[in-house]
């Protein structure tokens, strides 16, 4: 079974804060995704990566970045924490999907919720 | 623009009932569809993946069908429990974004009384 493990469930941070959230997946997947769900807004992408070192803005990047340094570790930075980004954070990873089948399915972690106070 | 809908946006059945629920999307061009479930405060949990070449997947109870034409899934839950209970989740991939970009439906939020 796929084990994607987020290293917090829950977290408390300080406005202005640096903040990491890390990710690690088990089945050497390339692709790599980080969402926020909020309630009324559904799940959101922030950033993916495809690859190491390899980093792609998603819908919402705005005060976030990435790291992608190891194949099994995606990290996601609050560069200076502000209580708009008070959520719950999943990680997610799949397997390259490949053109004539669609048959890599999503895995995700159990969530982060982090509270910017 | 790909949007994903699903119908109802919240489901009270008692114990033992079958039921469908329903997801919709816009646009046909898409890798594969997923059926996630989603416990209060949990990340999310694969339940069905069906490819865009299929039409149908089961698992146990479960049971999601695939129309791309029409652009409609739908995931059946056989003689539901309690332990049905939990948000549920559909989500398409889009051939337009090489797979990586996914569109999630809102939910539907299923209570099963005992």
């Known amino acids: 079974d796929v084990k994607v493990t987020q290293s917090s469930r829950y977290l408390v941070k300080r406005t202005g804060e640096k903040v990491f959230l890390e990710c690690v997946q088990d089945m050497d997947h390339e692709n790599m995704f980080w969402y926020r769900q909020d309630p009324g807004l559904g799940l959101r992408l922030i950033y993916f990566s495809y690859d190491v070192k390899m980093k792609e803005k998603g819908d919402i990047p705005e005060g976030y970045s990435v790291s992608r340094e190891k194949k099994e570790r995606f990290s996601l930075i609050l560069e200076s924490a502000s209580t708009n980004q008070t959520s719950m954070y999943l990680c997610?990873?799949?397997?390259?999907?490949?053109?004539?089948?669609?048959?890599?399915?999503?895995?995700f972690g159990d969530g982060t919720r982090l509270s910017i106070l | 623009k790909q949007e994903v809908t699903q119908i109802p946006a919240a489901l009270s059945v008692p114990e033992g009932e079958n039921l469908v629920l329903n997801c919709s999307f816009t646009d046909s061009a898409i890798y594969n569809l997923q059926w996630f479930r989603q416990d209060p405060g949990k990340g999310l949990t694969s339940l069905l993946l069906i490819q865009s070449s299929q039409r149908e997947q089961t698992s146990g109870r479960l049971n999601a069908s695939l129309d791309k034409s029409s652009g409609r899934s739908t995931l059946y839950i056989a003689a539901s429990q309690p332990g049905d209970s939990a948000t549920y989740l559909c989500?398409?991939?889009?051939?337009?974004?090489?797979?990586?970009?996914?569109?999630f439906g809102a939910g539907t939020r299923l209570f099963v009384k005992a």
């Open positions: 997610a990873s799949s397997a390259p999907l490949h053109r004539d089948r669609g048959n890599q399915p999503q895995h």
């Open positions: 989500a398409v991939r889009n051939l337009d974004t090489g797979g990586f970009k996914t569109i």
